[in-house]
Structure formats: structure tokens, C-alpha cells
């Protein structure tokens, strides 16, 4: 069953994800492309044969499948537009510009009934998946504490040229909501709840209301605590990187990628290390879904009917935690509980 897909934006977020499903192999079709930026739209569809449109509902009305890859404040305004046409929807992260747009969000899309994934693609990364295999050990004793420290380069500039991340009204905020959404959302994932946080951040390159270094003290349920640290800067070759390292009682790990990459551990006298292909394959016999196409595993889910995965809810608990970390950096860094 061929599923046709339609894309709303045609920028640098939606190039990726049309690769991506490409190169699942899916049974998908490329209908319709809108984006405000006509040259855009129009290089977008000479190189996936989509049909370039003037308007977001002719995209809708013509496609089964509806990638939202705009600005975040468009975000709430066309994943309506597609659900409520019963369209299914693939949103970016973040889901909005804050956590009451990301709830009406996901109220929406599951008032609709219609299938929904949310862009947070690391959750299929093979390093991270074996990384967590790997903490939640019998060997690995009980978890102490951790640093992750994500990086890339301010992307206002270079491949990124996104100038949009550079206005507060259709991003949002920084560093943290734009892009370390994911570290919070691969932490809890990780490590299991997020008991409270208190952050701070820093304002460096002097855009309003954008953060560009945020530093955030995590404590779990489980008595775990961390330091989560992220940073924009403007070292274009180095465009996106994500080093953590953990220790438990009987455990130390140190990961350095973030889809692929090489992760080492050991456990007392006995040492690992892995990366390439070994990784992978490690990580693949470790989880299912280790390597997993998040492209292609959305068009089949559309094509089953089936819940897609991670939905759109599954954001909107990360949105919970970043709003916590704001109210802390605005509070001057107090512990907020979540």
C-alpha cells in the first residue's frame, strides 16, 4: 500500500526526513510540498518529484501522511489543519513555542484519533540504546551519578541557516527547547523519572530571549542525579555532538556520537569498547528498535493503522521538564519540582 505524503516546510529538517524515508525503502510517495520561501519549495519538489503548492491545506488535502517541519510556532496551527482533515502527522520537535501550545498539540491530534510521531528520532539511536542496556546491568550496581554534554554550532548560520531560530515568537527559546529537547527527553528515557531540576543559562551571541548555553542539575526518583550541559557556539565543523558518562557503583561508561559513535565501559577489571559496525550490531541484538528508520516506521504505521511511535504525548512530558528548567533559570536557578 502506497501511502502519499505531503510536506509542510521544505527547509534543512524536511530535506533530512525525505532522505530518511528514501532510504527506508518505504512504500511512500512524494505528493505535495508547501513552504513560504517559493525557491525553497521548488528545489524541494524537482528533487522528490512533489507537486509544489501555493497553500498548507492543498498539501493536506492531497497526502495520507503530513510531515510538520516549520518554524515551531506554525506547528500547532498546521498539525491542526492535518489532524482535524484526519491526515496522519509527523511534527518536529519541539511540538511548540511552550508547554501549553505543545498540550493543545497533543489534545488535539488524539481527539482526532489519527496516527502521530513526534521528531525525537534518538530515541532509535543504536549508541544510546546499548548505553542504556548497559546501565540498567545487574553488574552495573546502582547508578550514581552522570554528566551529558551536547554541542553544536549556533544554527543561524552555516548548513543550518535557519534565521527563524534566531526570533523568540517562532522558536521559542534557545538552546534547551530547540535542540537539548532531546538530551531531556533520551535522559528519562535513560534513567527513569525526572523528580526535579534547577538550571541556568547564558546569553552570549546577544539574542533576545534565546539561550545559548543552559547548565541544568537533574535528580531522579531513583536518587540519581546528573548534569545535563548544552551549547550552541560557533565552531561550524562542529555541527552536532553529544558526550556522556556515567558511573554506578560498579559501573563506568563513556559514550561520545549520537546515532552512531563508540561507547566504552567496564565493570570492575573488565573493559569494552565498541563502535562501527559492532556497535550497531550489539546494540541491534540489545533492542528492536536499535537502528530502527524513524521515517519508515512512521509511513508503516500509517500504512497498518497502527500507533506510530514515539507519539506526540510522549513530547509532551519533555515540554514538562523544560518548562521546569525556565522557571528555574528565571527564578535565578532554583531546584523546581516537576
Not at 489534545?107 to 534518538?122: I, K, P, W, Y
Not at 549508541?127 to 554528566?147: A, K, M, Q, V
Not at 529537547?181 to 531540576?197: N, Q, S, T
Not at 541484538?285 to 504525548?313: C, I, K, Q, T
Request: a negative charge; charged letters at 20%; aromatic letters at 8%.
Amino acid at each position: 500500500m502506497t501511502i502519499s505524503v505531503g510536506f509542510l516546510g521544505a527547509g534543512n529538517i524536511a530535506t533530512y526526513h525525505s532522505k530518511s524515508l528514501r532510504a527506508s525503502g518505504a512504500d511512500a510517495s512524494w505528493v505535495a510540498v508547501h513552504d513560504p520561501d517559493g525557491e525553497r519549495a521548488a528545489h524541494f519538489g524537482a528533487a522528490t518529484h512533489a507537486t509544489v503548492f501555493e497553500t498548507p491545506e492543498e498539501v493536506v488535502d492531497r497526502s495520507e501522511a503530513v510531515y510538520v517541519c516549520t518554524w515551531t510556532s506554525e506547528h500547532e496551527h498546521l498539525v491542526t489543519l492535518a489532524a482535524e482533515a484526519g491526515k496522519a502527522v509527523f511534527c518536529e520537535k519541539p511540538l511548540g513555542i511552550d508547554l501549553a501550545q505543545a498540550q493543545r498539540i497533543v489534545d488535539t491530534v488524539e481527539r482526532a484519533g489519527v496516527v502521530n510521531q513526534v521528531g525525537l528520532v534518538l530515541r532509535r539511536a543504536p549508541i544510546f540504546h546499548l548505553l542504556r542496556d548497559i546501565t540498567l546491568r545487574p553488574e552495573s550496581g546502582e547508578l550514581l551519578s552522570f554528566t551529558f554534554r551536547d554541542d553544536q554550532f549556533l544554527p543561524v548560520q552555516g548548513r543550518y541557516a535557519s534565521t527563524w531560530r534566531a526570533d523568540v515568537d517562532k522558536a521559542g527559546a534557545g538552546v534547551l527547547i530547540e535542540h537539548s529537547i532531546h538530551d531531556i527527553d533520551l535522559l528519562e528515557w535513560m534513567f527513569g523519572p525526572i523528580r526535579a531540576v534547577s538550571a541556568t543559562a547564558r546569553y552570549v551571541h546577544r539574542i533576545e530571549g534565546i539561550e545559548d548555553s543552559i547548565a541544568v542539575h537533574l535528580s531522579f526518583e531513583s536518587g540519581l542525579h546528573g548534569v545535563m550541559l548544552s551549547v550552541w557556539h560557533d565552531l561550524l565543523d562542529r555541527i552536532s555532538n553529544r558526550d556522556v558518562e556515567v558511573f554506578g557503583t560498579t559501573l563506568w561508561a563513556r559514550l561520545h556520537g549520537e546515532w552512531f559513535g563508540d561507547l566504552s565501559w567496564n565493570h570492575g577489571d573488565e573493559s569494552h569498547h565498541l563502535e562501527g559496525q559492532a556497535l550497531v550490531t550489539e546494540a541491534a541484538r540489545v533492542s528492536p528498535r536499535a537502528g530502527e528508520n524513524p521515517d519508515g516506521a512512521f509511513v508503516g504505521a500509517v500504512a497498518s493503522g497502527r500507533p506510530a511511535y514515539p507519539e506526540l504525548r510522549v513530547a509532551l512530558r519533555a515540554h514538562e521538564i523544560v518548562d521546569a528548567c525556565y522557571r528555574s533559570v528565571a527564578s535565578g536557578g532554583a531546584m523546581v519540582e516537576i
